[in-house]
């Protein structure tokens, strides 16, 4: 994997991550100790929507492979969280759905918009 695909993958990691840790301490969970069960479910899916998108051949696209990811993502993370006896309530679900559309394909979405601007700046006027 390239340094671009490498980093965008980590980033996906740690801001699936952030989701997981975010919604256990909106619940008063200990978020630490219970972190990696609530985040796996997510994690696995999210490698997995990597591999169906093959993000690495251009980590960085919002549609094309954020989008991806990004419906894998939360589809197969639910699956894995009712099959491992986790919760899906419809309000869990609704909000894991927009706040991983926020994380995933909303931060290619603005690395897309920093490229456009830096590619005006250097052509100019």
């Known amino acids: 994997m390239k340094g671009r695909a490498a980093v965008a993958l980590v980033a996906d990691a740690v801001l699936v991550t952030t989701f997981a840790a975010v919604g256990r301490a909106s619940h008063e969970s200990a ?7 609530t985040a796996w479910p997510f994690l696995v899916a999210l490698g997995l929507g990597w591999l169906l998108a093959r993000a690495w051949r251009d980590p960085l696209a919002p549609w ?3 989008t991806v990811v990004w ?3 939360v589809t197969g993370g639910m699956l894995l ?5 986790q919760g899906t309530a419809f309000a869990f679900i609704v909000v894991a759905t927009l706040t991983l559309l926020l994380f995933v394909v909303g931060w290619r979405l603005l690395a897309a918009a920093v490229r456009t601007l830096r590619a005006r700046r250097t052509v100019g006027p």
């Open 64 to 66: 094309r492979t954020g």
């Open 71 to 73: 419906l894998v993502t």
């Open 81 to 85: 969280r009712a099959a491992s006896g």
């Open 31 to 37: 978020v630490l100790p219970g972190l990696a069960q």
